[in-house]
């Protein structure tokens, strides 16, 4: 389902996390597809000057009372909340951070709404972390028991279910579980911009010609950012026909090893390369294979996504090339 220009009907729309990577890729479509007199904020930690139809305002997730005076202000009828503690690997070390922003902040801004008897639509980003060692049962639907392996993906699932309790009965959830995604832009600490980073890096003479990489063989259903952000789109379009609560794979169907898509960017270097594992880069948690169904998203939008991973990893390794100069 594409989504044209001015064809969102939100009036106030509130945003969290608009500053991070997807939601740098969002924040451009979204002005896009809303008409000319919708307002958007973006809450977060480092306010920024207003510019043209976005507002921005400082409020940390975690200072209920700052979140509750901004949504009050804005008093949205969409709120997008991108805002987390999205590095799997970090939230291993920093769980106590993890679980007071993805979940004390989810809280707080829940609260703020129901405090505004907020009737609009909620769209949560979530993650496929959630299901966890549930992969291991095969592909997983939005019905598969949540079995999470980390903190990251513990917070996130607690906080889709005290979302789905504390949002008011009227307020419209969406749940959306995205897969693995990545595209130009992404901070180095996830896979896929790590190795392009580490070839970036090679091919200038910046470090020895050693690739250093965890679990090659695990597999994982990998994005373009840009297919995710029109299947975040595609939902709030289709938002008044779906039920209050409604929750939503976004993934590409297709699991697909590391080491191939590592092959695929190694090829795209001329540089001799030597690729070795580094322990410190494994996961203890580290699931086999991550397979995702789609059939809920794709039947209720008509979303499917439309970008080569290809020409996604070619993008990756040019911004990081263009970034070493």
Known sequence: MAVSPSSLSYRSILLTGGQGFVGGWLLPRLIDALSSEARLTIMGRGGQPATGRINHVTADLRDAAAVHAVVREVSPDLVLHLAAQSSVAQSAGTAGDTWAINLGGSLALAQACAAIDFAGTFLFVSSAEVYGLAFNTGVASEATALLPQSAYGRSKAAAEAMLADALPRDARLIVARPGNHSGPGQDDRFVLPSFAKQIADIERGNVSPVLRVGNLEAERDFLDVRDVIDAYLALLATAPNLPKRTIFNIASGRSQRIADLLQQLLALSDAPITVER????????????????????????????????????SDLLAKERRRTM
């Open 278 to 313: 580094d322990p410190d880069r494994l996961r203890p948690s580290d699931i086999a294979r991550a397979a995702l169904s789609n059939d809920a998203i794709r039947q209720a939008t008509g979303w499917q996504p439309t970008r080569m991973i290809e020409a996604m990893l």
